[in-house]
C-alpha cells in the first residue's frame, strides 16, 4: 500500500477477503491512528533496500493491520502506477511524494452539486443588448451550466456583466449534474481550413496518433506559422480513436486565446487542470478523466499525474520553457517526463516551438525524435524586421530608459493607429534602491537580494521570499534625508516614461502582479485584440503565445538583461524569450518591426535574432557545450545544502564534498555558495555532479546520500540538502 507521505516505500496491510483488492485500488488504511488515503501498489517503489528506514522489516502477517475501506473512487491506472515509481526513482523523491501529486483531491469526498447559469430564453425582458452581453450569450449557447467566474473568462467580461445579466432576468440558475460537466469535443467539427504545408504536417501526425505507438516528434515552426492550428489535427485524430489527449501549457491562467481556439475548433471547451483550480472543481475534473468523460485534458505540469485510463496523445507546447521545470517539493522537469509518461502509455507525444531547446534539438539530430516542421506564417504574414540599438551610439536622456530611436518608432506607429509594445522583463519600479550620502544598498533581511522598488504600492520586496517593507526616508545605514534614489528600470518606471513621453497613448501593463488571477489576463488581451489599447508595457507575460493583430512594434527595452550571471542556459534562454516576444509584431496584414537595446550589438544572441538564424546559433550552443560534457551532452545533478548558520552550511557542504563520488566519466564541482547564498534565512552551498550521457546519475546519487546520511549524527539538525536532477536554475 503506498501512502502519500514522503516514506521510503510502500507499506503492507492485511486485505480482506471480500472484496478482493487490486493494485491501483484507493483504500482507506490506518495510520498512527488517523484513517489515510492510500494505492494498492504493485510494483518495487524504487528505493533500494538500503535507503530503507531502520525497522522496516518486514511485518509477519498475523500482526498486519487490516484495510479499513474501499473507497467509491475509479482505479488508478498501471500507467500512472508505473509512471509514478519511474518519477520517484529519476528525481530521488521518496514515491508515496510523487502518488500525492497524483492523489490531488481528497478522493473520499462524494462529487458535490453545484449550480450555473444558462440562458433564460425569457423574451419578455427588455434590456438592452451591448457586446459584452451578447458574448455571454453566445458563451451559453451550448446549453451547458456555467459558474459565474468562468461565464466571464469564456466571454471576456468581467463577471459584474454576468451578475447584472441574471438580475436583469437573462440569465437563470440550473443544478449542474455533479458528474461530469464536460462536452465531448467533436473532432469532425468544422475547423480553420488548412494551408498545404500544414496539411501536410497534420497528416504525419494523425499518421503518429493512428500508430497507437509510443513516439517523439518535436514540432517546429516560425511564430505565427499555424503549429497550434495544426497539432489541434492530431487532437482530432486521438478524439477520433477514442482515445484521450493531454496538452501542457506553461501558463495555463495566460490561455484564454488558446481556450478560445479549442472551442472553435471542437465546438466545447476542454477540461482545464492546475494547481489553483477549486476543489470541487478538482474532484470533478479527476473523476472525470479517470472516468474517460474528460476527452481533452489543458494543463500545467501536474496534469502528468491525472489517472487518464487511455492516454492516446501527449502535446508539450512551448517545450522550450522552463515553467515547465518544478523547482519546490518534487523537482521534475514536465517536459521531460511527458515523455516518459507518453511512453508508458504507448501513445505519442509532440514537443512544439518556434525555438526548441538544445535538447529536444539534439534528440532528432540522434534520430530518436521526428522532427516536423512548418515554415512561413500562416496568412503570408511576414515574418517581424529586427535592428539593435546600441544604446552607446543613441543614449537615453539621463535618467531614463528609451532611447531616441525606440521613442520614434513608437511615435510614428502610434501615429499609424497602430498598436506597440514595451517589453522589460522585471517588475516593479526599480531593482535597487541606493543611498546617494553613503551608497548603501538596501538589501533584503532574509535573502542576498536587493529589495525591488514597488512604488505604486509604495513598498520595497524581495522577489525571492515576498519581503516587505515601506520606502524609508532616511537611509537605514547613514540616516541622511531624502538620500534614497532608484537605480535602474522596471516596468512601472518604463510605464512612468511612456506616460510623459506618449501622453495621448492608451497604455496597459502586463505583469503578474498588476493582473492577479486568469480572469485579469484575459480582459487584458481582450482589450488590446479589441484595439482599446495604443501601448502595452510588459514583463514575460506578454511574450507568450498571444495573437495581437493590431500590434507592428515591438520595443526591448533591456535586452541585455537575461545574459549576466553565470548561467549555463542563459544565451538560449534570452533567444527563446526575444525571439518569442519579437514574434507578437506583424502577425497580421501589416509587417512588424523589433528594435533590441543593448550595449553588445555584436553578442551572438543579438546577431542571431537580427539574422533571425536560430538554427546557426543552436548550432554554436552545442559546439560550446559538447567538449565538455554540458547538458544535453552531459548529465547534470545540483545538490543544495541549506542550514541556519553559515558554519553549519559550510561544515555539511565539506562533508559532501568528502564524501563525494570519484570516478571515470564523472566530476563534482563545489562546494561553493550559491549565488543566493542566503535565503529565507538560509545559508545556501552548492554541489554539482556532471556526468558522461552514458553514466545514469541516480544510482551514483543515491549512493553519495547513503554516504552522507552515514555521517549525519556529526550534522546539525537544521542541515538539508536538496537534490535536483537536470537543474535548469542555478540560484
Ligand atoms: P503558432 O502557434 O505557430 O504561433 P498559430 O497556430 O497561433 O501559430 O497561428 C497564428 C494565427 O494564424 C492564429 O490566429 C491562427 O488562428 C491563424 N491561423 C493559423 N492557421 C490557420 C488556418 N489554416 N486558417 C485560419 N487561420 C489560421
Ligand atoms: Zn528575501
Not at 488515503?37 to 493491520?65: Q, T, Y
Not at 517526463?337 to 540522434?366: D, F
Not at 544535453?632 to 541549506?642: K, M, Y
Amino acid at each position: 500500500m503506498l501512502l502519500p507521505y514522503p516514506f521510503a516505500g510502500a507499506f503492507d496491510y492485511a486485505c480482506p477477503a471480500s472484496p478482493a483488492l487490486e493494485p491501483g485500488d484507493v483504500v482507506l488504511v490506518p495510520l498512527n491512528r488517523r484513517a489515510e488515503v492510500g494505492v494498492v501498489w504493485d510494483a518495487p517503489d524504487g528505493l533500494p533496500a538500503d535507503l530503507l528506514p531502520p525497522g522496516a522489516a518486514p511485518v509477519p502477517d498475523g500482526k498486519l493491520k487490516p484495510v479499513s475501506a474501499l473507497l467509491d473512487v475509479p482505479r488508478m491506472p498501471a500507467s500512472l502506477r508505473r509512471f509514478v515509481d519511474w518519477v520517484a526513482g529519476y528525481t530521488l523523491t521518496p514515491p508515496g511524494l510523487v502518488l500525492a501529486m497524483a492523489l490531488r483531491i481528497n478522493a473520499a469526498q462524494p462529487l458535490p452539486v453545484t449550480t450555473g447559469w444558462v440562458r433564460s430564453g425569457s423574451n419578455s425582458v427588455s434590456v438592452r443588448s451591448t457586446p459584452a452581453r451578447n458574448r455571454v450569450l453566445q458563451a451559453l449557447a451550448d446549453g451547458m451550466p456555467r459558474g459565474t467566474a468562468e461565464l466571464a473568462r469564456l466571454a471576456g467580461v468581467g463577471s459584474g456583466v454576468v451578475r447584472g445579466m441574471a438580475e436583469a432576468g437573462l440569465l437563470r440558475e440550473q443544478e449542474v449534474a455533479a458528474a461530469p460537466s464536460f462536452g465531448r469535443p467533436d473532432p469532425d467539427h468544422v475547423g480553420p481550413g488548412l494551408s498545404a504545408d500544414q496539411e501536410r504536417v497534420a497528416a504525419a501526425l494523425r499518421g503518429l496518433v493512428q500508430a497507437r505507438r509510443f513516439q517523439a516528434a518535436l514540432l517546429d515552426g516560425v511564430t505565427g506559422s499555424g503549429k497550434t492550428e495544426t497539432y489541434l489535427e492530431a487532437v482530432a485524430a486521438c478524439l477520433a480513436e477514442g482515445r484521450q489527449a493531454l496538452v501542457l501549457l506553461p501558463e495555463i491562467a495566460l490561455s484564454s486565446q488558446w481556450l478560445q481556439r479549442f472551442q472553435r475548433r471542437f465546438g466545447v471547451e476542454p477540461a482545464v487542470w492546475h494547481s489553483d483550480l477549486g476543489s470541487k472543481r478538482r474532484r470533478i475534473t479527476w473523476r472525470a478523466v479517470a472516468g474517460g468523460e474528460a476527452p481533452v485534458v489543458v494543463g500545467a505540469r501536474s496534469a502528468l499525474f491525472l489517472p487518464f485510463p487511455d492516454l492516446g496523445l501527449v502535446v508539450v507546447d512551448e517545450e522550450h520553457e522552463t515553467a515547465f521545470k518544478q523547482e519546490d517539493g518534487v523537482s521534475y522537469h514536465a517536459r521531460d517526463m511527458a515523455v516518459v509518461r507518453a511512453r508508458l502509455a504507448e501513445a505519442p507525444v509532440l514537443l512544439v516551438s518556434a525555438t526548441p531547446s538544445l535538447e529536444t534539438l539534439t534528440n532528432v539530430e540522434t534520430g530518436r525524435y521526428r522532427h516536423l516542421s512548418l515554415s512561413v506564417r500562416h496568412g503570408g504574414a511576414r515574418l517581424p524586421e529586427v535592428a539593435a540599438v546600441d544604446l552607446r551610439d543613441h543614449p537615453p536622456e539621463r535618467g531614463r530608459f528609451l532611447s531616441p530611436p525606440l521613442i520614434e518608432a513608437v511615435a510614428g506607429t502610434l501615429h499609424r493607429a497602430e498598436q506597440a509594445m514595451l517589453f522589460l522583463n522585471r517588475r516593479g519600479y526599480a531593482p535597487l534602491t541606493l543611498c546617494r550620502a553613503c551608497g548603501h544598498r538596501i538589501q533584503c533581511p532574509n535573502c542576498t537580494a536587493w529589495l525591488v522598488e514597488h512604488r505604486a504600492r509604495r513598498q520595497l520586496a524581495c522577489h525571492h521570499c515576498g519581503h516587505t517593507e515601506a520606502v524609508p526616508v532616511h537611509c537605514p545605514s547613514c540616516r541622511a534625508e531624502n538620500s534614497l534614489t532608484p537605480i535602474g528600470p522596471g516596468v512601472e518606471r518604463i510605464t512612468e516614461e511612456a506616460r510623459t513621453t506618449f501622453p495621448d497613448a492608451r497604455i496597459l501593463v502586463m505583469a503578474s502582479d498588476t493582473l492577479p488571477g486568469p480572469t485579469a489576463a484575459a480582459e487584458a488581451v481582450r482589450r488590446i485584440a479589441e484595439r482599446e489599447v495604443d501601448l502595452v508595457i510588459g514583463t514575460q507575460i506578454v511574450a507568450k503565445g498571444w495573437h495581437f493583430p493590431g500590434l507592428t512594434l515591438v520595443g526591448v527595452v533591456d535586452a541585455d538583461l537575461g545574459l549576466a550571471g553565470g548561467d549555463l542556459r542563459a544565451a538560449e534562454r534570452t533567444v527563446q524569450l526575444l525571439h518569442q516576444v519579437a514574434g507578437r509584431a506583424g502577425r497580421a496584414e501589416q509587417p512588424g518591426r523589433v528594435l533590441l537595446q543593448t550595449y553588445s550589438p555584436e553578442h551572438p544572441v543579438m546577431q542571431a535574432l537580427v539574422a533571425g538564424d536560430f538554427a546557426r546559433f543552436m548550432e554554436r550552443e552545442a559546439e560550446q557545450r559538447r567538449p565538455g560534457h554540458w547538458p544535453p551532452f552531459g548529465r547534470l545533478a545540483a545538490l543544495i545544502v541549506s542550514a541556519d548558520t553559515a558554519e553549519a552550511a559550510d561544515q555539511a557542504a565539506a562533508a559532501l564534498g568528502r564524501s563525494a563520488p570519484t570516478g571515470e566519466g564523472l566530476q563534482v564541482l563545489g562546494p561553493a555558495p550559491a549565488p543566493l547564498a542566503i535565503l529565507r534565512g538560509r545559508h545556501r552551498r552548492r554541489l554539482l555532479l556532471r556526468t558522461r550521457r552514458e553514466v545514469a546519475v541516480q544510482p551514483i546519487l543515491r549512493h553519495w546520500m547513503t554516504a552522507w546520511r552515514a555521517l549525519a549524527p556529526t550534522v546539525p539538525r537544521s542541515v538539508q540538502v536538496d537534490v535536483d536532477v537536470d537543474p535548469v536554475s542555478f540560484l
